[in-house]
Nanobody, 121 residues
Framework: VQLQASGGGLVQAGGSLRLSCAASGRTFSGYSMAWFRQAPGKEREFVAAISWSGSSTYYADSVKGRFTIARDNAKNTVYLQMNSPKPEDTAVYYC???????????????WGQGTQVTVSS
């Protein structure tokens, strides 16, 4: 499956931004999806994940209550709604896919190219 992330940019702290990840190549609805991020000088970290049906979602504690992951299987797209972002959310955000929710979080097989998010204070 090929993944294309978009929607990054510059946003003020307390604002909002929505990232999108379009998938192609295989049956999107059969894959669990996740968002990760990597800040300069730091390791890549998990942000959020969603099951193939959308019925289960998981979040990193650092974004819980501020970010929302969602998917539209008809559009082969997963979203990350970022509300009230903070400067520490600045990073390159990557989407990932795998057939199982457990492995999309621990070691996804498919990755997108990343989109830069910069949060100004």
């Amino acid at each position: 499956v090929q993944l294309q992330a978009s929607g990054g940019g510059l946003v003020q702290a307390g604002g909002s931004l929505r990232l999108s990840c379009a998938a192609s190549g295989r049956t999107f609805s059969g894959y669990s999806m996740a968002w990760f991020r990597q800040a300069p000088g730091k390791e890549r970290e998990f942000v959020a994940a969603i099951s193939w049906s959308g019925s289960s979602t998981y979040y990193a504690d650092s974004v819980k209550g501020r970010f929302t992951i969602a998917r539209d299987n008809a559009k082969n797209t997963v979203y990350l709604q970022m509300n009230s972002p903070k400067p520490e959310d600045t990073a390159v955000y990557y989407c990932a896919a795998d057939q199982r929710l457990s492995t999309v979080i621990s070691g996804a097989h498919y990755w997108g190219q990343g989109t830069q998010v910069t949060v100004s204070s």
